[in-house]
């Protein structure tokens, strides 16, 4: 064969390939006498029909299987002379049968980034201590007083921090409504009715709480905030937004007391002391598991800061679509509407191809480490792992493993399993540092 590869950018070649006379007469003779050993033709018994009768009644087959055969051939020649690690051959194209008998065709390929690998044993992380602080734990039972607080009207006095405040507001944008300046739906920013706010500078948006400071129901005050460089609605960013507030009441929280009743009302004939004990574990899990993500997080932030490759432009493109599918069904799930998602459509779809080439980026250099280290997912690993889900999700493994076979996706999940013990490997070999001064990741 006959074959040269033209590398481009973007991890694309293309593949041209010329399979002379006589190798594809000799492929056609191996698969007529294939044809003619078991073919049933009306009228002769298997396998004894002329070939000329066999060759003419199987024509489409026989042209279909003789072009499969070579092409395939072709590629694994490719991958041999030229040493490519291809994601995808793509479709045949140009498949043309010349009067000398020899098939040429042309293929656009896909090619694997050229990953060259920085030291990665090793690598520092810093982290917060595993051991939860115990104004944490304090800040949780609070929460779970809020939970259950009663709420008592305020006469005779101003707003101060703390209390809650119920009210009224509508925005303007450069003195225009807010919908109006953006051109679009804009959400909570438009305004809302009875809306609570904490005077709290963590609630809302920040800086709006203080400037209910000192208000008294009824009272009127425009707020004005400057909005941050990297609001989600682009078209607001650092801009200056003014919210036209009533305060129609002021509430006080009337915290119960953390005795057994409390606790009885949360888990009937639990203590107190046992709700602690509780809340003391959930949260010890809750943090390991986010100390662990922030190892990986870094290890990760490391790696893609360190390496550069070009990719594959339409895995880009596929990537980026289903990060936008799952910021949009996340963005369902929170409570946004339609004409809200639609308003930050070009937001939702730049964080997602920032989003798709970091995964990517990521995948590429995990796997090129899983390669040097030989880790691998042997077979029993693999159907252990279908078995669990399947015992998940409440269906049969053997019937959960044909599914997935059925529809390809067991190299896939071969492959994220391999992935899953790359970052295993990388997390037991990086230097880890433990500092209290280390915020914890939500």
């Excluded at 690690?85 to 656009?108: Q, R, Y």
């Excluded at 993500?293 to 790696?303: P, S, T």
């Excluded at 191809?353 to 250099?365: D, E, K, M, P, Y």
Aim: proline share 5%; charged share 25%; with cysteine.
């Amino acid at each position: 064969m006959n074959i040269v590869v033209e590398k481009l950018p973007k991890c694309v070649a293309t593949l041209r390939v010329e399979i002379p006379a006589d190798k594809v007469q000799g492929e056609r003779e191996q698969i007529v006498r294939g044809y003619a050993s078991k073919a049933r033709v009306p009228g002769f018994r298997p396998g004894k029909a002329p070939r000329a009768v066999v060759e003419k009644r199987f024509q489409k087959e026989i042209a279909e299987e003789l072009n499969g055969a070579l092409i395939s051939e072709a590629y694994d020649e490719a991958l041999k002379q030229e040493s490519l690690h291809v994601l995808d051959f793509g479709v045949p194209e140009d498949v043309t049968t010349h009067a000398n008998g020899s098939i040429t065709f042309v293929s656009k390929l896909t090619l694997a980034p050229q990953v060259t690998l920085p030291e990665y044993k090793g690598v520092s992380v810093t982290v917060p201590p595993l051991a939860v602080p115990d104004e944490e734990i304090e800040a949780q039972l609070t929460a779970l007083q809020e939970r259950f607080a009663d709420f008592t009207a305020i006469e005779g006095r101003a707003a101060a921090m703390g209390d809650f405040a119920v009210i009224d507001y509508t925005s303007t944008v450069e003195g225009k409504p807010t919908e109006e300046f953006l051109g679009k739906p804009a959400g909570y920013l438009t305004g809302r009715e009875g809306f609570w706010v904490r005077l709290d500078e963590k609630a809302f948006l920040p800086g709006f709480a203080g400037q209910l400071f000192g208000m008294n129901a009824e009272d009127s005050r425009d707020i004005t905030l400057t909005l941050p460089e990297d609001f989600p609605v682009s078209e607001l960013a650092s801009k200056e937004i003014v919210f036209q507030t009533v305060l129609k009441e002021l509430k006080e929280a009337i915290l119960p007391a953390l005795d057994d009743e409390l606790a009885n009302r949360l888990a009937p004939d639990k203590t107190m002391a046992e709700i602690k004990e509780i809340i003391r574990e959930n949260m010890a899990g809750e943090r390991n598991r986010k100390i662990s993500d922030m190892k990986v997080n870094q290890i990760v932030a490391h790696f893609n800061a360190q390496v550069d490759f070009e990719l594959p432009e339409e895995l880009i493109t596929q990537e980026t679509q289903s990060q936008a599918d799952a910021m949009v069904k996340r963005g369902v799930q929170s409570g946004m509407t339609e004409g809200e998602i639609e308003s930050q459509q070009n937001e939702i779809f730049a964080s997602a191809g920032q989003q798709a080439v970091s995964n990517l980026r990521t995948n590429f250099i995990l796997q090129e480490i899983a390669r040097i280290e030989n880790i691998t997912v042997s077979d029993s690993e693999l159907i252990n792992h279908l078995a669990q889900i399947a015992t998940q999700r409440k269906v049969a493994p053997k019937k959960f493993i044909k599914d997935m076979q059925r529809a390809g996706r067991i190299q896939n999940i071969r492959s994220s399993m391999a992935i899953g013990k790359t970052i295993d490997f990388l997390v037991e070999h990086a230097n880890v540092v433990e500092s209290a001064e280390t915020p914890i990741n939500d």
